[in-house]
Protein backbone atom coordinates (compact mmCIF):
# COMPACT_ATOMS: atom_id res chain seq x y z
CA UNK A 1 0.00 0.00 0.00
CA UNK A 2 1.07 3.34 -1.03
CA UNK A 3 1.36 6.40 1.51
CA UNK A 4 -1.55 4.77 3.36
CA UNK A 5 -2.39 5.84 6.57
CA UNK A 6 -4.54 3.93 9.31
CA UNK A 7 -5.49 5.12 12.57
CA UNK A 8 -6.08 2.86 15.33
CA UNK A 9 -7.64 4.57 18.30
CA UNK A 10 -9.30 3.19 21.30
CA UNK A 11 -9.02 2.42 25.18
CA UNK A 12 -5.94 1.34 27.36
CA UNK A 13 -5.16 -2.41 26.87
CA UNK A 14 -7.85 -3.18 24.06
CA UNK A 15 -4.82 -4.59 22.27
CA UNK A 16 -4.51 -1.58 19.82
CA UNK A 17 -0.81 -1.72 19.50
CA UNK A 18 0.11 -5.75 19.19
CA UNK A 19 -2.82 -5.71 15.80
CA UNK A 20 -1.92 -2.45 14.78
CA UNK A 21 1.97 -3.68 14.33
CA UNK A 22 0.80 -6.76 12.56
CA UNK A 23 -1.38 -4.93 10.02
CA UNK A 24 1.54 -2.69 9.22
CA UNK A 25 3.60 -5.68 8.85
CA UNK A 26 1.16 -7.03 6.61
CA UNK A 27 0.81 -4.31 4.74
CA UNK A 28 4.59 -3.34 4.37
CA UNK A 29 3.49 0.02 6.55
CA UNK A 30 5.58 1.51 8.66
CA UNK A 31 4.03 1.62 11.76
CA UNK A 32 4.46 4.52 15.02
CA UNK A 33 3.06 3.43 18.49
CA UNK A 34 2.27 6.94 19.76
CA UNK A 35 1.39 6.12 23.30
CA UNK A 36 4.82 5.15 23.13
CA UNK A 37 5.96 8.71 23.01
CA UNK A 38 3.60 9.91 25.38
CA UNK A 39 5.27 7.34 27.83
CA UNK A 40 9.03 8.19 26.72
CA UNK A 41 8.26 12.23 27.92
CA UNK A 42 6.61 10.81 30.91
CA UNK A 43 9.94 8.84 31.49
CA UNK A 44 12.11 12.05 30.63
CA UNK A 45 9.59 13.82 33.31
CA UNK A 46 10.03 11.29 36.42
CA UNK A 47 13.91 11.19 35.47
CA UNK A 48 13.97 14.85 35.77
CA UNK A 49 12.03 15.04 39.22
CA UNK A 50 9.48 16.75 37.38
CA UNK A 51 6.33 14.96 38.82
CA UNK A 52 5.15 13.49 42.14
CA UNK A 53 1.36 12.88 42.71
CA UNK A 54 0.08 16.02 43.98
CA UNK A 55 3.00 18.16 41.64
CA UNK A 56 3.31 18.79 38.26
CA UNK A 57 6.90 21.46 37.49
CA UNK A 58 4.90 22.51 33.97
CA UNK A 59 7.55 25.49 33.59
CA UNK A 60 10.45 22.91 33.85
CA UNK A 61 9.06 20.48 31.17
CA UNK A 62 7.69 23.09 29.12
CA UNK A 63 11.02 24.40 28.88
CA UNK A 64 13.20 20.96 28.98
CA UNK A 65 11.12 20.19 25.43
CA UNK A 66 13.37 22.65 23.97
CA UNK A 67 16.55 19.99 24.46
CA UNK A 68 14.38 17.17 24.16
CA UNK A 69 14.94 14.35 21.65
CA UNK A 70 13.00 11.68 21.35
CA UNK A 71 12.67 8.95 18.28
CA UNK A 72 10.61 5.85 17.61
CA UNK A 73 12.07 3.69 15.37
CA UNK A 74 9.28 2.39 13.23
CA UNK A 75 10.80 -0.29 11.76
CA UNK A 76 12.94 -1.48 15.69
CA UNK A 77 10.16 0.18 17.54
CA UNK A 78 12.55 1.19 19.66
CA UNK A 79 12.29 4.34 21.57
CA UNK A 80 15.13 6.00 22.02
CA UNK A 81 15.16 9.47 24.62
CA UNK A 82 17.95 11.52 24.22
CA UNK A 83 19.67 8.99 22.59
CA UNK A 84 19.06 6.31 25.41
CA UNK A 85 16.55 3.30 24.61
CA UNK A 86 14.17 3.18 27.13
CA UNK A 87 11.70 0.75 25.04
CA UNK A 88 11.41 -1.59 28.13
CA UNK A 89 11.58 1.51 31.11
CA UNK A 90 8.59 3.28 29.23
CA UNK A 91 6.36 0.23 30.61
CA UNK A 92 7.02 0.51 34.43
CA UNK A 93 3.54 1.52 36.98
CA UNK A 94 5.65 4.33 37.84
CA UNK A 95 5.08 5.72 33.81
CA UNK A 96 1.94 4.37 33.35
CA UNK A 97 0.62 5.99 36.58
CA UNK A 98 1.53 9.05 35.62
CA UNK A 99 1.63 9.42 31.69
CA UNK A 100 -1.84 10.85 31.37
CA UNK A 101 -1.68 14.10 33.58
CA UNK A 102 1.80 14.19 31.01
CA UNK A 103 -0.51 13.88 28.07
CA UNK A 104 -3.25 16.38 29.44
CA UNK A 105 -0.62 19.52 29.26
CA UNK A 106 -1.33 21.63 25.71
CA UNK A 107 2.82 21.83 25.30
CA UNK A 108 3.19 17.79 24.71
CA UNK A 109 0.46 17.12 22.08
CA UNK A 110 1.78 19.63 20.67
CA UNK A 111 5.25 18.81 20.52
CA UNK A 112 4.33 15.68 19.60
CA UNK A 113 1.77 16.44 17.15
CA UNK A 114 3.89 18.04 14.22
CA UNK A 115 6.58 14.50 14.74
CA UNK A 116 3.41 12.49 14.57
CA UNK A 117 2.39 14.29 11.68
CA UNK A 118 6.29 14.31 10.09
CA UNK A 119 6.67 10.03 10.35
CA UNK A 120 3.72 9.56 8.01
CA UNK A 121 5.23 11.93 4.91
CA UNK A 122 7.75 9.10 3.43
CA UNK A 123 5.60 6.22 3.28
CA UNK A 124 2.43 6.28 5.09
CA UNK A 125 1.98 4.44 8.19
CA UNK A 126 0.13 2.33 10.89
CA UNK A 127 -0.40 4.38 13.92
CA UNK A 128 -2.10 3.57 16.95
CA UNK A 129 -3.32 5.88 20.13
CA UNK A 130 -5.75 8.10 21.43
CA UNK A 131 -6.75 11.20 19.36
CA UNK A 132 -5.23 9.73 15.80
CA UNK A 133 -8.34 9.72 13.40
CA UNK A 134 -9.86 12.62 15.26
CA UNK A 135 -6.61 15.05 15.37
CA UNK A 136 -3.89 13.85 14.17
CA UNK A 137 -5.10 12.31 10.93
CA UNK A 138 -8.27 13.24 10.64
CA UNK A 139 -8.34 12.73 7.11
CA UNK A 140 -6.91 8.77 7.71
CA UNK A 141 -7.78 6.18 5.19
CA UNK A 142 -8.81 3.87 7.74
CA UNK A 143 -10.00 4.72 10.73
CA UNK A 144 -10.72 2.10 13.74
CA UNK A 145 -12.02 2.00 17.50
CA UNK A 146 -11.09 -0.37 19.95
CA UNK A 147 -12.92 -1.11 22.90
CA UNK A 148 -13.19 -4.17 25.36
CA UNK A 149 -14.55 -5.03 28.75
CA UNK A 150 -12.23 -3.36 32.13
CA UNK A 151 -11.68 -6.89 33.45
CA UNK A 152 -10.43 -8.81 29.91
CA UNK A 153 -8.06 -5.83 29.04
CA UNK A 154 -6.71 -6.09 33.08
CA UNK A 155 -6.31 -9.51 33.36
CA UNK A 156 -4.21 -9.08 29.39
CA UNK A 157 -2.20 -6.81 30.58
CA UNK A 158 -1.01 -8.42 33.98
CA UNK A 159 -0.63 -11.22 31.36
CA UNK A 160 1.89 -8.84 29.20
CA UNK A 161 3.13 -7.55 32.64
CA UNK A 162 4.24 -10.52 33.87
CA UNK A 163 5.72 -11.83 30.69
CA UNK A 164 8.10 -9.04 30.21
CA UNK A 165 9.33 -9.18 34.25
CA UNK A 166 7.09 -6.30 35.58
CA UNK A 167 5.90 -7.01 39.01
CA UNK A 168 2.33 -6.26 38.99
CA UNK A 169 -1.15 -7.33 40.76
CA UNK A 170 -4.81 -7.66 39.09
CA UNK A 171 -6.79 -4.77 40.75
CA UNK A 172 -3.58 -2.22 40.54
CA UNK A 173 -3.64 -2.94 36.78
CA UNK A 174 -7.68 -2.50 36.37
CA UNK A 175 -7.60 1.16 38.61
CA UNK A 176 -4.91 2.11 36.71
CA UNK A 177 -6.63 1.38 33.03
CA UNK A 178 -9.80 2.81 34.43
CA UNK A 179 -7.43 5.87 35.49
CA UNK A 180 -6.38 6.35 32.37
CA UNK A 181 -9.32 6.13 30.58
CA UNK A 182 -11.02 8.14 32.42
CA UNK A 183 -8.48 11.38 32.26
CA UNK A 184 -8.02 10.44 28.79
CA UNK A 185 -11.43 10.99 27.79
CA UNK A 186 -12.46 13.86 29.63
CA UNK A 187 -9.36 15.80 28.78
CA UNK A 188 -10.17 19.49 26.96
CA UNK A 189 -7.27 18.78 24.14
CA UNK A 190 -7.71 16.10 21.84
CA UNK A 191 -9.52 13.60 24.04
CA UNK A 192 -9.78 9.74 23.62
CA UNK A 193 -13.28 9.68 21.61
CA UNK A 194 -14.57 7.88 18.58
CA UNK A 195 -13.91 9.52 15.35
CA UNK A 196 -17.47 9.81 13.62
CA UNK A 197 -16.29 7.69 10.79
CA UNK A 198 -14.06 5.22 12.35
CA UNK A 199 -15.49 0.99 12.39
CA UNK A 200 -15.78 0.15 16.20
CA UNK A 201 -13.75 -2.88 17.29
CA UNK A 202 -15.09 -4.90 20.42
CA UNK A 203 -11.99 -7.36 21.04
CA UNK A 204 -13.26 -8.69 24.58
CA UNK A 205 -14.49 -12.40 22.66
CA UNK A 206 -11.47 -12.14 19.96
CA UNK A 207 -8.21 -13.69 19.58
CA UNK A 208 -5.41 -12.04 17.77
CA UNK A 209 -6.05 -13.89 14.63
CA UNK A 210 -9.84 -12.95 14.62
CA UNK A 211 -9.51 -9.31 15.53
CA UNK A 212 -7.10 -9.25 13.05
CA UNK A 213 -8.85 -10.81 10.04
CA UNK A 214 -11.83 -8.67 11.22
CA UNK A 215 -9.64 -5.53 10.63
CA UNK A 216 -8.75 -6.60 7.09
CA UNK A 217 -12.15 -7.93 5.65
CA UNK A 218 -12.84 -4.39 6.61
CA UNK A 219 -10.16 -2.89 4.75
CA UNK A 220 -10.53 -4.87 1.85
CA UNK A 221 -14.34 -3.95 1.60
CA UNK A 222 -13.50 -0.68 2.03
O1 LIG B 1 -0.92 0.59 25.67
P1 LIG B 1 -1.99 1.38 26.37
O2 LIG B 1 -3.28 1.36 25.62
O3 LIG B 1 -2.16 1.02 27.79
O4 LIG B 1 -1.52 2.90 26.42
P2 LIG B 1 -0.54 3.67 25.46
O5 LIG B 1 -1.02 3.60 24.05
O6 LIG B 1 0.85 3.25 25.75
O7 LIG B 1 -0.76 5.20 25.95
C1 LIG B 1 -0.36 5.63 27.23
C2 LIG B 1 -1.06 6.95 27.54
O8 LIG B 1 -0.56 7.95 26.63
C3 LIG B 1 -2.57 7.00 27.38
O9 LIG B 1 -3.25 6.54 28.52
C4 LIG B 1 -2.80 8.49 27.13
O10 LIG B 1 -2.81 9.21 28.33
C5 LIG B 1 -1.56 8.90 26.34
N1 LIG B 1 -1.79 8.98 24.89
C6 LIG B 1 -2.43 10.10 24.38
O11 LIG B 1 -2.85 10.98 25.13
N2 LIG B 1 -2.58 10.23 23.04
C7 LIG B 1 -2.16 9.29 22.19
N3 LIG B 1 -2.31 9.46 20.87
C8 LIG B 1 -1.54 8.12 22.69
C9 LIG B 1 -1.38 7.98 24.05
Keep these: ???VIIAIDGFASTGKSTL???LSQHLGLPYVDSGALFRGITFWVLKNGWVSDDNLNEL?????????????DSVTNI??????DVTEAIRSKEVSAQV????????????????????SLRA??????????????????FKFFFTAKPEVRAQRRLEEMEASGHQANFADVLKNILDRDRIDSQRKISPLKKAADAIEINTSELSLEQAFDLLIAKINTK
Design 124 to 141: GLVMDGRDIGTVVFPNAD
Design 60 to 72: AIEKGLDNLNIFF
Design 79 to 84: LSVNGI
Design 1 to 3: MDK
Design 100 to 119: SQIAKLSFVRSFLLNQQRQM
Design 20 to 22: AKK
